[in-house]
C-alpha cells in the first residue's frame, strides 16, 4: 500500500507538471497570437466616456440609480454632490429625449463617438443601452462600452462571459463602434488590476474563440506589456499627473508625455490612443480629492493641441458627463457651450490631419 500511495503521488505531481507546462505552452501560443495582429489605416476618431448613470425620482419612468443628484438647489444652480450644474437641470440618465439631445451636442462638437460606463448584465447601464444605441444611430455615432469591473469570480472566463453577453446582445447594431469591421470594447483599469494582464490574455482568446470574426480590446495601461496584450491601449484620466501643475507646466508634460503613449503603441502595431481632459474637481465627493484647474479653457486647448502633434490614432475625451468628478464638456450653468465649441474647433483640426506615424498594416 505504502508503494501504491507514493507511485499516486508521483503520479499526481506528474500530472500537476505536465497541466503547468500545458497552461503555459497555451499562454505562449496565445501571447504569439496576439503579437501577429496588428493595425495600419484606423481612421481618425475622437471618442467621450459617457456616464448613463444619473438618477432623477421625479422623472416618469426613469432610472433607479444609486448614483442620484443631491441636495439639488435650482434656484442657485447647485448640486452638492457634482462641481457644476447641468444645462438640462439635475436629469435622468434613462430620460430618451436626453439621450437624444446629448448625441445631437456631441454630433456637434465633433464627437464621433461614446464610451459607455457599463457594470455588466441587468445593471441600468446595461438596461439603458438599447435607447443609446438607438439614439446614436440616428446623430450617426459610434458606442462601445467601458468594462468596469469583472463580476465573481475574477478570471478570465468570468470577464469573457460578459464581454460575450455584451457582443451578442448589442455588437451588431449598427451604432456600434469597428476597427477592421470588427466589434470595439474598451477595458478600465480597475478590471486589469482585478485579473492582471494573463488573465485578460485568457479572457481576450476566449472571446475570440467564440465571437465570430473577433472583437479589438483596448486597455487602460500605457505600458508595452499591455500593447502586447490588447488591440490597443490608453488611460482614462491624467489628472494626477496635472493637479497643481501651471499651465506652462501641463504643456511642457503633455509635450514629452504623449508622444511616447503614441510610441508604445505604434512599436506593437496597436491603436493609440491620448485622453484629453478639460479640467478635474472632486472634492465634493472625495476628501481630500483632486482638482486640476479648467484655467478658462486653456488646459484643455493645451492639451489638445499637444495631442494633435503627437499624431495618435484616436483622441478620449474625458469626460462627456462625469458630473461628480467635474471633468464634463457638457454644457454647464457654469461654462455654457464653452467646451462643445472648443472641441469641436480640435477635433475638426485633428481630423483633417493625415496620419504620419503608421505602424506596419496587419499582415
Given at each position: 500500500m505504502k508503494n501504491f500511495a507514493i507511485r499516486a503521488s508521483l503520479g499526481l505531481i506528474v500530472l500537476a507538471s505536465f497541466a503547468s507546462r500545458a497552461a503555459a505552452q497555451g499562454d505562449?501560443?496565445?501571447?504569439?497570437?496576439?503579437?501577429?495582429i496588428r493595425y495600419g489605416k484606423v481612421p481618425r476618431k475622437v471618442l467621450a466616456f459617457y456616464y448613463p448613470w444619473y438618477h432623477n425620482p421625479a422623472v416618469p419612468g426613469g432610472s433607479k440609480l444609486r448614483m442620484s443628484w443631491e441636495n439639488v438647489d435650482e434656484k442657485a444652480k447647485s448640486i452638492s454632490n457634482s462641481a457644476h450644474y447641468p444645462a438640462l437641470g439635475p436629469y435622468d440618465s434613462h430620460d430618451p429625449k436626453l439621450i437624444a439631445q446629448h448625441a445631437a451636442w456631441s454630433k456637434k462638437a465633433g464627437v464621433d463617438g461614446w464610451i459607455v460606463s457599463w457594470w455588466g448584465k441587468g445593471h441600468e447601464t446595461d438596461?439603458?443601452?438599447?435607447?443609446?444605441?438607438?439614439?446614436?444611430?440616428?446623430?450617426?455615432l459610434d458606442v462601445t462600452i467601458y468594462y468596469e469591473?469583472?463580476?465573481?469570480?475574477?478570471?478570465?472566463?468570468?470577464?469573457?462571459?460578459?464581454?460575450?453577453?455584451?457582443?451578442?446582445?448589442?455588437?451588431?447594431?449598427?451604432?456600434?463602434?469597428?476597427?477592421?469591421?470588427k466589434p470595439v470594447l474598451f477595458i478600465y483599469g480597475?478590471?486589469?488590476?482585478?485579473?492582471?494582464?494573463?488573465?485578460?490574455l485568457e479572457a481576450i482568446t476566449e472571446v475570440n474563440r467564440?465571437?465570430?470574426?473577433?472583437?479589438?480590446?483596448?486597455?487602460?495601461?500605457?505600458?508595452?506589456?499591455?500593447?502586447?496584450?490588447?488591440?490597443?491601449?490608453?488611460?482614462y484620466n491624467?489628472?494626477?499627473t496635472l493637479s497643481g501643475k501651471t499651465l506652462e507646466q501641463a504643456r511642457a508634460w503633455a509635450k514629452?508625455?504623449?508622444?511616447?503613449?503614441?510610441?508604445?503603441?505604434?512599436?506593437?502595431?496597436?491603436?493609440?490612443?491620448?485622453?484629453?481632459?478639460?479640467?478635474?474637481d472632486d472634492t465634493k465627493i472625495r476628501k481630500p480629492g483632486l482638482r486640476a484647474d479648467r484655467m478658462d479653457g486653456?488646459?484643455?486647448?493645451?492639451?489638445?493641441?499637444e495631442a494633435i502633434a503627437a499624431d495618435p490614432h484616436w483622441v478620449l475625451v474625458t469626460s462627456w458627463n462625469e458630473w461628480y468628478e467635474g471633468s464634463e464638456i457638457e454644457p454647464s450653468a457654469e461654462y455654457g457651450e464653452k467646451y462643445l465649441k472648443m472641441t469641436a474647433e480640435c477635433a475638426a483640426r485633428f481630423k483633417s490631419k493625415p496620419r504620419t506615424a503608421l505602424a506596419k498594416p496587419r499582415s
Open positions: 505562449s501560443e496565445a501571447a504569439a497570437q496576439r503579437a501577429a438596461r439603458v443601452m438599447d435607447r443609446i444605441l438607438d439614439a446614436c444611430r440616428k446623430a450617426a469591473t469583472v463580476p465573481a469570480p475574477r478570471n478570465g472566463q468570468s470577464a469573457a462571459k460578459d464581454l460575450l453577453y455584451v457582443l451578442d446582445r448589442y455588437a451588431k447594431h449598427p451604432a456600434w463602434l469597428r476597427v477592421d469591421q480597475r478590471t486589469i488590476g482585478e485579473i492582471g494582464l494573463p488573465g485578460w467564440q465571437y465570430p470574426g473577433r472583437a479589438v480590446f483596448l486597455g487602460d495601461q500605457l505600458r508595452a506589456p499591455a500593447a502586447r496584450v490588447f488591440d490597443g491601449i490608453h488611460t491624467p489628472v494626477g514629452k508625455t504623449y508622444p511616447g503613449w503614441v510610441k508604445t503603441a505604434d512599436a506593437q502595431g496597436r491603436i493609440s490612443t491620448i485622453t484629453v481632459i478639460p479640467g478635474y486653456e488646459l484643455y486647448r493645451a492639451e489638445w493641441e
